[in-house]
T-cell receptor, first 113, second 115 residues
């Protein structure tokens, strides 16, 4: 099993540009989570899906952020327009059922200049 | 709301030293508790878990006991190795079965083991 796959690993973009982060969960997993990690705030849950349906997006910082899961094997997190304060590492995680022990991807390090 | 507090470090120890990383939590009900480890450039990996009071989670020589009376879940290891150098995160899930709804993480403790 290839694990949770995120792309790109690194992204540098200019303020105001649109950024799209991608995630492929482990096959068969029915929960998918997006987290953001910063030095100041640590790890924050942004949104999670169950069977491709968004269940809780209360952690999404503002309307500039949106997430989709068009099918069981793919999810995107989009930021439009991006701002320097969005600079962080964004992690995707998936799990089978609501149980513990999510499998995390290696993350996307986003830098907005 | 739920929260997790852990020592932020960095914690620097010599190889074969005894390790304790403190973690306390605030939550209603009966949460499940976890320790995750993050090696440089990688995502988080589940290290161990406990889903009810007095449970002890253990893995790779690490242990943590769910103490409801002190709302704590301290991570311990009797003899650390250089390969244990990483960032360790304490986390809780609000459901006793370890359900979803996301995990609440502490800010992480950077552990550095010197040879």
């Amino acid at each position: 099993d290839a694990g949770v796959i995120q792309s790109p690993r690194h992204e540098v973009t200019e303020m105001g540009q649109e950024v799209t982060l991608r995630c492929k969960p482990i096959s068969g997993h029915d929960y998918l989570f997006w987290y953001r990690q910063t030095m100041m705030r640590g790890l924050e849950l942004l949104i999670y899906f169950n069977n491709n349906v968004p269940i809780d997006d209360s952690g999404m910082p503002e309307d500039r952020f949106s997430a989709k899961m068009p099918n069981a094997s793919f999810s995107t997190l989009k930021i439009q327009p991006s701002e320097p304060r969005d600079s962080a590492v964004y992690f995707c995680a998936s799990s089978l059922g609501p149980g513990p022990g999510y499998t995390f991807g290696s993350g996307t390090r986003l830098t907005v200049v | 709301g739920d929260s997790v507090t852990q020592m932020e470090g960095p914690v620097t120890l010599s190889e074969e030293a005894f390790l304790t990383i403190n973690c306390t939590y605030t939550a209603t009900g009966y949460p499940s508790l976890f320790w995750y480890v993050q090696y440089p450039g990688e995502g988080l990996q589940l290290l161990l878990k406990a889903t009810k009071a007095d449970d002890k989670g253990s893995n790779k020589g690490f242990e943590a006991t769910y103490r409801k009376e002190t709302t704590s879940f301290h991570l311990e290891k009797g003899s650390v190795q250089v390969s244990d150098s990483a960032v360790y995160f304490c986390a809780l899930s609000p459901l006793s079965g370890g359900g979803a709804d996301g995990l609440t993480f502490g800010k992480g403790t950077h552990l550095i083991i010197q040879p």
